[in-house]
Nanobody
Framework: VQLQASGGGSVQSGGSLTLACAAS????????IGWFRQAPGKVLEGVSC????????RYLDSVKGRFTVSRDNANNKAYLEMNNLKPEDTAVYFC???????????????????????WGQGTLVTVSS
């Protein structure tokens, strides 16, 4: 099983980046994909998630309208398009996979990080003012 986030970099405030999450070793189409971030000295924070078939998406309030999550099940990839980036978006970004197993989504917001089954290495996003 492997998840690999890529696409991070350094941009100025207002800039854009698109992160990619490449998966292998499991049935990608059965898994919800979550995006998380961890800023220096801060706890891990859920950013967005997308259901196994891409029909449901959720976002952290502070990124709504700026970030868009998507997936390509044919190619075992998920994406996080980030626009109008702000310095407070600076963090290491991770993708993770949760096996839905036909279970109903029970949260009002984002699924807690502790429920995800697989994690990838992160990619650093730095936004300068």
């Amino acid at each position: 099983v492997q998840l690999q986030a890529s696409g991070g970099g350094s941009v100025q405030s207002g800039g854009s980046l698109t992160l990619a999450c490449a998966a292998s070793g499991f049935n990608f189409y059965e898994f919800e994909i979550g995006w998380f971030r961890q800023a220096p000295g801060k706890v891990l924070e859920g950013v967005s998630c997308i259901s196994s078939y891409g029909d449901n998406t959720r976002y952290l309030d502070s990124v709504k309208g700026r970030f868009t999550v998507s997936r390509d099940n044919a190619n075992n990839k998920a994406y996080l398009e980030m626009n109008n980036l702000k310095p407070e978006d600076t963090a290491v970004y991770f993708c993770a996979a949760y096996h839905e197993g036909g279970r109903y989504y029970q949260y009002k917001g984002l699924r807690p990080w502790g429920e995800y089954d697989y994690w990838g290495q992160g990619t650093l996003v730095t936004v300068s003012s």
